[in-house]
């Protein structure tokens, strides 16, 4: 029986993906929940499992086609359990010398081999010689599995817009050009980026931060920390916790601008930007107010270790009511980083550094750490913002206030 594999909903909003890589090409056998192909889109990476046990007879879309949610986008042929199958009977009559022959030779030509050779239909002859391609190049779509003009016009096409795999000769001027097409996740950043800065009013105060509180907490419980729960204590738990402080002290960086509203809310969804193999992405801490620091390490952990292998849910990156950006893990010194809408802020941490400051008359050196937040002025007054950025600085600096909630 054959099963059409269909892209499935993979997200709000999203209406198609492009096709990524086939894990498994045409004629190989798939077990059922295996793996087929890979589909990206705006928000994700997400795998299509088989629905059957069978054989992948057709794929339609090929990487870097798109398709909309619920096209079809290749068959499978089921295949029947073996138990099932009647024994074959023994073939005892005499072999014809075409038999014979092709024994001696020891190669029959396979369904897969006739398929290389399709019918082509006149029209689409006229379009191979003129775009100079040959039929086996060409997926043929037709009834009967015959070649058409528009399958030659399609194959045209593709392979105009993407990258050439040949090797290239050697340039003599050493001014070469590499044509890459952006992923959907690079398209949608990049719209994502430059709508924040059309429509909204953005803003950005900066602040310092002496982590020595932080980094003298973290030496010493280490150990401890670790041997419980399996994972290191870093300082981007010290961070959502101060976020969600500060955020219910100034519930204005908190809210949204919908339409002439302003839509103030009484959760902290904290997303947390972490480097994936297809880019930057930011997937949501929910409900951070309710996370002990081991629960929003091991979620971040999570995060990042999915991210890389390219396995982050759609959901994991919709929604968030504020979000951190740490640049200092790549060594940024300083940046304004952009709200990421409709958010109303965000908050840009940085490199620490062992910096000369004044304490008590006298110069001494302590880690320091820039913090940036940038702010939507529509909903965000600046005196609101100072008091927010001040508020997580002194909240880190003495982070034993945020077990006391003083």
Not at 130 to 155: F, H, I, S, Y
Not at 172 to 180: F, L
Not at 219 to 231: D, L, S, V
Not at 385 to 395: N, P, S, Y
């Amino acid at each position: 029986m054959s099963i059409e594999l269909k892209v499935p909903a993979v997200g709000e909003s999203i209406t198609e993906v492009e096709i990524g890589e086939w894990l498994k090409p045409e004629g190989a056998t798939i077990a059922k929940d295996e793996n087929v192909v890979s589909l990206e889109s705006e928000k994700a990476t997400v795998e299509l499992p088989s629905p059957a046990a069978g054989k992948l007879t057709k794929i339609l879309k090929q990487k870097g086609q798109t398709a909309a949610v619920g096209e079809v986008i290749g068959y499978l042929e089921e295949v029947e359990s073996r138990s099932e199958k009647p024994a074959a009977p023994k073939d005892t009559a005499p072999k014809s010398k075409e038999t014979s022959k092709i024994e001696g030779n020891g190669h029959k030509p396979s369904s897969t081999e006739r398929e290389t050779k399709p019918f082509v239909m006149p029209a689409a002859q006229r379009e191979l010689a003129t775009r100079n391609l040959k039929a086996e190049e060409v997926k043929a779509t037709g009834p009967g599995g015959r070649l058409l003009k528009e399958d030659v016009m399609r194959q045209a096409e593709q392979t105009e817009v993407e990258p050439s795999t040949a090797p290239q000769s050697p340039s003599t001027t050493g001014r070469e050009e590499e044509v890459i097409p952006m992923t959907p996740l690079r398209r949608a950043v990049a719209k994502h980026l430059v709508e924040a800065q059309q429509n909204a009013a953005l803003l950005t105060t900066i602040n310092e931060v002496d982590m020595s509180g932080v980094m003298s907490l973290r030496k010493e419980y280490q150990p401890a920390f670790q041997e419980k729960y399996g994972i290191k204590l870093g300082i981007m738990s010290f961070f959502v916790k101060a976020c969600v402080d500060a955020l219910k002290l100034i519930p204005q960086v908190n809210a949204e601008v919908r339409g002439t509203n302003i839509i103030y809310r009484n959760y902290y969804d904290i997303g947390v930007a972490v480097g994936g193999g297809k880019g930057l992405v930011v997937p949501v801490i929910r409900n951070a107010e309710r996370l002990s620091f081991a629960e929003v390490e091991t979620t971040i952990s999570d995060f990042g270790k999915r991210a890389k292998e390219n396995k982050l849910k759609p959901d994991d990156l919709q929604g968030g009511t504020f979000t951190i950006s740490n640049g200092g893990i790549y060594g940024s010194l300083l940046s304004t980083p952009i709200v990421n809408a409709p958010q109303s802020g965000i908050l840009g941490l940085h490199a620490i550094q062992d910096r000369p400051v004044a304490r008590e008359g006298n110069v001494v050196i302590r880690p320091m750490m820039y913090i940036a937040l940038t702010y939507d002025h529509r909903v965000v007054d600046g005196r609101e913002a100072v008091t927010f950025l001040k508020r997580i600085k002194d909240v880190v600096e003495a982070p034993a206030r945020m077990l006391l909630e003083i």
